[in-house]
């Protein structure tokens, strides 16, 4: 049996139709840039994370960025972030000018522990303390960071919230969406995301019209009006294909976040059947809307090798992410060294990425659990 990581081949069939009919559209009128497909795309995302704004961009990467540089972060300021997660989230701290700084996760949600942030602010000099301006929380794999303890760190310390919800759209904090709960919330659409576009895309949800105003000029390289500059912003717009491919997607999100979910308990269920729990640790379920964007496992040792045996077994697996940021050569010039943030680090040796994507059988997570039971066997 073949069980790749993930299908989009098999989603696709289901709304083929309907994607081709609204692109021919767009064909005919040679629209492509912005317009009204992105405005409506904008409309409802901001309805579906219940948020006044958001801004359709043409990555999740650039929403990180444009994020940061509406919030008038620059040189001589600094971050403060996770180690672990996709490189662009401390990426585009440093494109802006400012500096990381990481700050280690939780063991069991893989996000920022809010406790270890409070450590690090005690632990800065005056000086060092003043240039932060901003949190970047990541929901990681879908389950959103611990929100609460963090907002109030943040309004404490006078600092901005921006979320990296890149993996979690839809994903809830106490009742409330992912990218409601911070200053900015920076969403991908990028193809193996819950929300894929056919290429790359993104967009920023917002709830002061001032961020929102800055960020929509930003986003047409600080023109307003058109060719007055009064920003230097950069080319950050989404195609309207993309728009309205998201846009028809959009209808069937909570229904894909469902299977997923399922697919979550049925592994739970497989893997507990199966008695592994010595070897294995599960993802740890907190927040109340955990979307999945990956089911992650945590093994004793061995990852590779059992990733190796999943391979040649036809079963697709991923590591996310085997260097933590704090340890990226690009990164070295901030000085931490091997052993800085051990969780993160136990995380990038011992995590393992298994399909979860909607449209999995029982009977293709029966063999994956299979193989796994084997390989410790
Ligand atoms: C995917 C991702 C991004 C970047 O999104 P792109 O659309 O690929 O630029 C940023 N942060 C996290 C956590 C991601 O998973």
């Given at each position: 049996?073949k069980v790749?990581?993930?299908?989009?081949?098999?989603?696709?069939?289901t709304?083929?139709?309907?994607?081709?009919k609204i692109?021919a559209?767009?064909y005919?009128?040679?629209?492509?840039?912005l317009g009204?497909?992105?405005?409506?795309?904008?409309?409802?995302?901001?309805?579906?994370?219940?948020?006044?704004?958001a801004?359709?961009?043409?990555?999740?990467?650039?929403?990180?960025?444009l994020?940061?540089?509406a919030?008038?972060?620059?040189?001589?300021d600094s971050?403060?972030?996770?180690?672990?997660?996709?490189f662009?989230?401390a990426?585009?701290?440093?494109?802006?000018?400012?500096?990381?700084v990481?700050?280690?996760?939780?063991?069991?949600?893989?996000?920022?522990?809010p406790?270890k942030?409070?450590e690090?602010?005690?632990?800065?000099?005056?000086?060092?303390?003043?240039?932060?301006?901003?949190?970047?929380?990541?929901?990681?794999?879908?389950?959103?960071a611990d929100?609460?303890?963090?907002?109030?760190i943040?309004?404490?310390?006078?600092?901005?919230?921006?979320?990296?919800?890149?993996?979690?759209i839809g994903a809830?904090?106490?009742?409330k969406?992912?990218?409601?709960?911070?200053?900015?919330?920076?969403?991908?659409?990028?193809?193996s995301k819950?929300?894929?576009?056919f290429?790359?895309?993104?967009?920023?949800?917002?709830?002061?019209?001032s961020?929102?105003?800055r960020m929509?000029?930003?986003?047409?390289?600080?023109?307003?009006?058109?060719?007055?500059?009064?920003?230097?912003g950069?080319?950050?717009?989404?195609?309207?294909?993309?728009a309205a491919?998201?846009?028809?997607?959009?209808?069937?999100?909570d229904e894909?976040?469902?299977?997923?979910?399922?697919?979550a308990?049925k592994?739970?269920?497989?893997?507990?059947?199966?008695a592994?729990s010595?070897?294995?640790?599960?993802?740890?379920e907190?927040?109340?809307?955990?979307i999945?964007?990956?089911?992650?496992?945590?093994?004793?040792?061995?990852?590779d090798?059992l990733?190796?045996?999943?391979?040649n077994?036809?079963i697709?697996s991923?590591?996310?992410?085997?260097?933590?940021?704090?340890?990226?050569q690009c990164?070295?010039?901030?000085?931490y060294?091997k052993?800085?943030?051990?969780?993160?680090e136990?995380?990038s040796?011992?995590?393992?990425?298994?399909?979860i994507y909607?449209?999995?059988?029982?009977?293709?997570q029966?063999?994956v659990?299979e193989?796994?039971k084997?390989?410790?066997?």
């Amino acid at each position: 049996m073949k069980v790749p990581l993930l299908d989009l081949k098999t989603q696709y069939k289901t709304i083929k139709d309907e994607i081709l009919k609204i692109t021919a559209e767009i064909y005919e009128s040679q629209y492509f840039i912005l317009g009204p497909h992105v405005e409506k795309l904008e409309n409802e995302i901001a309805n579906y994370c219940k948020t006044k704004y958001a801004l359709g961009v043409s990555s999740g990467t650039d929403a990180l960025l444009l994020a940061l540089m509406a919030s008038g972060i620059k040189e001589g300021d600094s971050v403060i972030t996770s180690p672990y997660t996709f490189f662009a989230t401390a990426g585009s701290i440093v494109r802006v000018g400012a500096k990381p700084v990481f700050v280690d996760i939780e063991p069991d949600t893989y996000n920022i522990s809010p406790q270890k942030i409070s450590e690090a602010l005690n632990s800065l000099k005056e000086a060092e303390r003043k240039t932060l301006k901003a949190i970047i929380p990541v929901h990681l794999y879908g389950q959103c960071a611990d929100m609460d303890p963090i907002l109030e760190i943040a309004k404490k310390n006078n600092l901005l919230v921006i979320e990296d919800a890149a993996q979690a759209i839809g994903a809830e904090y106490k009742n409330k969406r992912a990218g409601s709960l911070g200053d900015f919330g920076c969403f991908s659409f990028f193809p193996s995301k819950n929300l894929g576009a056919f290429g790359d895309g993104g967009i920023i949800t917002a709830n002061a019209s001032s961020f929102y105003e800055r960020m929509h000029i930003l986003r047409v390289h600080g023109s307003h009006p058109k060719y007055y500059h009064k920003y230097i912003g950069g080319n950050f717009r989404l195609d309207a294909l993309q728009a309205a491919i998201v846009s028809v997607k959009l209808k069937y999100l909570d229904e894909w976040t469902a299977a997923r979910q399922n697919n979550a308990k049925k592994y739970r269920t497989l893997f507990s059947n199966a008695a592994l729990s010595e070897y294995i640790i599960l993802p740890a379920e907190k927040e109340n809307r955990h979307i999945y964007n990956q089911f992650i496992i945590k093994v004793s040792g061995k990852r590779d090798e059992l990733r190796t045996h999943l391979n040649n077994a036809g079963i697709g697996s991923e590591v996310y992410y085997p260097v933590p940021l704090h340890l990226q050569q690009c990164f070295s010039y901030l000085g931490y060294k091997k052993g800085n943030m051990p969780v993160s680090e136990d995380a990038s040796a011992n995590t393992l990425a298994l399909p979860i994507y909607p449209e999995l059988t029982e009977d293709m997570q029966v063999y994956v659990v299979e193989k796994i039971k084997e390989f410790y066997r």
